[in-house]
């Protein structure tokens, strides 16, 4: 039995489409998310994992502003203050670069806008042989990396360490000396961060 043509061309044609619409739908809700940045950052995903709120392509807006990045540095040899000594956060009296405005020099702490992963970095000098010091990267109150510096036949030594650490907004962040003493010759060292990328 022979089917007229128009059948058998609807056949075909429903048969294509069933192929087809499973390929064509992978493709649509397979891929990555695609991030496009600018003066904007727009994420889109096609299967987000739970109902957007107000928006039925799962499409997120954020700020595209949000570089952040400073570097301190002593410039001088001062003495300490009282302040210094009572909480031993080194503080730093010359602001390289402040993009973003999050660390405030007065009290040498970085304020984090937003949750992201961050890189940190220090440089602390000691100015005086026979003592140690220890210097620690702390984040609300708890150390994240530390670095010693102690030999005791040389004069200027320095404490180096580095690092990435998740931050969540509002995080603080500064250095702390552990041990040894702000007697002064700290002049040479540096304070650095970045946001790496948000999160």
Known sequence: MRLPSVHFDLLLLLAVLLLWGPLGSRGQNDTEPIILEGKCLVVCDSTPSSEPAGNALGMSVRSGSGRVAFSAS??????PTDMSNRTMIIYFDNILVNVGTHFDQE???FLAPRRG???FNFHVVKAYNRQTIQVSLMVNGWPM????AGDQDVTREAATNAGLV???KGDKAYLRLERGNLM?????????????FPL
Request: hydrophobic content about 40%.
């Open 74 to 79: 002593r410039q001088t040899n001062h003495e």
């Open 184 to 196: 002064g010759g700290w002049k040479y060292s540096t304070f650095s961060g970045f946001l790496v």
């Open 107 to 109: 009290s040498s702490v």
């Open 145 to 148: 990396i530390s670095a010693f």
């Open 117 to 119: 992963v961050y890189s």
């Open 166 to 168: 998740i931050m969540e």
